[in-house]
């Protein structure tokens, strides 16, 4: 890990609040017990299956269990989805993927979400009501934070926002990575993508501004 502001267990603080990126993709905010994920795309794979494209199965079991597990070790008491929840409109038509949702949801009754909508929420729609989400345009403001589905700068507040699944390459030659990464802007926060079934998007820093890459089960300071 560099030197420079904080270290992991420190956390990194914008807007006068203190963060935590965590290696599971998610970010937690200990001052509201928030954990904060983007771009889940609940649905994406089940919705290429749907076109005759073989993917993966199993991704919405896997980001729910790392859900769950973050909930359990944090303590956290709120969900805040920044954008993204369902990939598509399909997802309300793929029976595996509903049901896996329904009893996630109905094993964390009193964890409260919130979903800033995302353009894949757009064309998606809201999760069904069942789930009990609450549903928000963007910015939602919390704090010093402003929660945001596309990276924009909000006037008083710093933004937190997806979208992007940004990422960093480490390494050179034959060795060169691929790391997804949180990237900390003077005004602007990206979230790496949270689904296990997503690409990314290369960043380029600035100077100044803070990176965490996610290798495996560490996230290290860029």
Known sequence: MSGGEGSIEEGIERGGERLMPLAERALWWPARQALLVADAHFGKAAAFRQLGVPVPQGT????????????????ARRLLVL?????????????????????????????AITLVRGNHDDRAGD??????????D???????????????????????????????????????????????????GVLPAFGAFTGMHPVRPARGDAVFAVAGEVVRRV
């Open 60 to 75: 919405t079991a896997r980001n729910l269990e790392v859900l769950s597990t973050l909930i359990e070790r944090h303590g």
């Open 83 to 111: 954008g993204d929840f369902l990939h598509s409109a399909h997802a309300h038509d793929a029976p595996d993927t509903l049901a896996a949702l329904a009893a996630w949801r109905a094993a964390h009754t009193d964890l």
């Open 127 to 136: 999760p069904p009501l069942s789930l009990a989400i609450e549903v928000v």
């Open 138 to 188: 963007e910015p939602l403001r919390l704090g010093g934070l402003a929660l945001c589905h596309h990276p924009r700068a909000v006037p008083g507040a710093y933004a937190l926002a997806g979208h992007l699944h940004p990422c960093v390459t480490v390494g050179r030659g034959f060795e060169r990575l691929r790391l997804p990464c949180f990237h900390f802007g003077p005004k602007v």
